[in-house]
């Protein structure tokens, strides 16, 4: 066999079983979801003590999520920081279907700088940095994707696969996107990012042990 038909016999291997893996786990039963252990993230982290923030209508029909945290924690300086938690379960893919590159943008934000950082050191976790502009107001936002499991995801190719191989191995896979946001003030960025760094690791802990619960259903 020649090399030509040698790759097109593997494609044809690949192809047949991805679709054999896909029809296995549709045979598999959904998934009893219970997203109330969202709510329990602590609404004071670090001195920070957080409101709750209503999430419009419109906004929540184009998330798809199945469970939205929006708050505002404010410490007794006067500074904020703005938290938005999205939650998809196995059934929704566990992966958001719009994300800070495109949602920014979509509401009149210009990424002007970007990066991605390490939070804390050894067992740390990475995030994607963004410093988002519009009409004179300058932003830092940081975020990422986690899992049951795993924190630090940032890219949603690397939260797919991740997902597919615990729907594979425990038949879950379910996913958030966790975004925090601060105002930087007088351009001065190290001063944001050290707020943000701060309530990066509270936030990821809280969530660590308020993830919603699902239970294979059938």
């Known amino acids: 066999m020649n090399r030509e ?3 097109t016999l593997a494609l044809l291997v690949v192809l047949l079983a991805t679709g054999v893996m896909a029809w296995w786990l549709s045979l598999r039963p959904d998934n009893d979801l219970d997203v109330s252990a969202l709510g329990g993230l602590p609404t004071t982290l670090n001195g920070w003590s957080a409101v709750d923030v209503e999430i419009d209508q419109d906004v929540a029909d184009m998330l798809r999520a199945d469970a939205n945290v929006q708050r505002v924690y404010r410490h007794p300086q006067g500074y904020w920081i703005y938290v938005y938690i999205g939650y998809y379960g196995t059934e ?3 992966t958001p279907e719009h994300t800070p590159d495109v949602c920014y943008p979509a509401q009149g934000w210009r990424i002007v700088g970007e990066d991605r950082i390490q939070v804390g050191s050894g067992d740390g976790f990475g995030v994607q940095e963004y410093v988002v502009e519009r009409d004179g107001e300058t932003r830092l936002v940081h975020f ?3 899992t049951r499991s795993a924190t630090g995801i940032t890219s949603t190719t690397a939260l797919q ?8 191995v425990s038949n879950r896979g379910d996913g958030a996107l966790v975004r925090l946001s601060t105002p930087v003030e007088d351009g001065d960025l190290q001063t944001a ?3 943000l760094l701060l309530m990066d690791t509270a936030v990821d802990d809280g969530l660590g042990d308020f993830w919603p619960v699902e239970r294979s259903g059938g």
């Open 5 to 7: 038909g040698f790759q």
């Open 92 to 94: 929704r893919g566990g």
């Open 144 to 146: 990422w994707y986690r």
């Open 161 to 168: 696969l991740r997902n597919f191989w615990g729907r594979l």
């Open 193 to 195: 990012r050290a707020k």
